[in-house]
């Protein structure tokens, strides 16, 4: 079967076409510039998603597309990428006669309530302009009936090649001895490994065939990993072999602090409001639909996905 990935040298898209090719896939991949390449399974195409006719080379042959890419730093490129490169990329898909196209979003697009479990339901709300071209785009693909479409809404997506520094930063907070917990100890974390969201994807290719919901074309999924914050952070302590930290600062506390330093002292610090309260949040992303749906459950545990990247970032 040939497959098509877009976003193909980012984060999750370059790790989905290696697992692609070991699973005997061929791969068509869409990049913005030439890439090299060492496989005979897979072929690179330079173009862009907005361009209808670089696209009709990449679609080629294609049976499954899968939209990896998207824009994530540039505030300027959210609707040209986010919203209206899935268009141009879904249109030429029909027109190439690509049977399924597989979503990348996001889970950030949720109104996350304090406690309690966030549903495909749940309500949906764009804290910025992102997660709203994320909405737009998930909106007009709902609205389309010509192709079946899956939409995956994943956690924060981590692995040792993540653009996004933060998690590295907050494992070398714990290796500096600069780590507290805020808030409950019932927090939760909503990471999933780039392992575990690329399986997924390839769980949703392997049961193409029995995709089936009733008369309707679209359908959005969940995809997390949830964990006990402490237990995350205790399985970070043991891959860095450092003791856990017992410090424990109530939110109020620090929001309070946040607050006095953003008024007066003006002290260069990286916590925001907004990464404490994340920190603190005893909500869950349930992913029993996806579950139910594909047959599908976790094949690497955040014990190794944790180490994998320790032993990459650190000299351990």
Request: glycine share 6%; proline share 2%.
């Amino acid at each position: 079967m040939r497959i098509g990935v877009t976003g193909g040298s980012g984060f999750v898209g370059k790790y989905l076409i290696n697992e692609l090719l070991k699973s005997q896939h061929q791969v068509n991949a869409l990049s913005r510039r030439k890439r090299k390449n060492n496989d005979s399974g897979l072929i690179w195409y330079e173009g862009d998603i907005n361009d209808e006719d670089s696209l009709s080379y990449f679609l080629k042959d294609c049976d499954v597309v899968c939209n990896c890419a998207g824009e994530i730093t540039d505030s300027k490129n959210y609707t040209r990428n986010n919203v209206n490169g899935v268009k141009v990329l879904h249109n030429a898909s029909i027109k190439s006669g690509v049977n399924l196209f597989i979503q990348l979003s996001s889970a950030g697009i949720y109104k996350v309530p304090i406690q309690g479990k966030v549903r495909e339901d749940s309500e949906i709300y764009a804290y910025d302009e992102y997660e709203r071209s994320k909405i737009n785009a998930e909106k007009w693909l709902f609205d389309q009936k010509k192709m079946n479409v899956i939409i995956l809404r994943p956690t924060t997506v981590y692995g040792a090649d993540m653009p996004n520094q933060s998690l590295k930063n907050l494992f070398s907070a714990i290796l500096n001895d600069r780590f507290f917990f805020i808030g409950s100890k019932k927090a939760v974390s909503c990471y999933i490994s780039v392992e575990n969201l690329t399986d997924a994807i390839l769980k949703v290719i392997e049961k193409r065939e029995e995709i089936n919901f009733g008369g309707t074309y679209c359908e959005a999924f969940n995809i997390s990993d949830d964990l006990n914050y402490y237990n995350f952070i205790n399985l970070a302590c043991r891959s860095l072999s450092v003791k856990p930290t017992s410090i424990r600062i109530p939110l109020r506390l620090i929001l309070f602090l946040l607050k006095l330093n953003k008024s007066s002292l003006n002290i260069n610090i990286p916590l925001t409001e907004k990464g404490a309260r994340s920190l603190a949040k005893q909500s869950t992303f349930s992913s029993k639909k996806f579950r139910t749906n594909f047959s599908w459950k976790h094949r690497f545990p955040h014990s190794e996905t944790i180490d994998n990247c320790i032993k990459e970032w650190f000299e351990i």
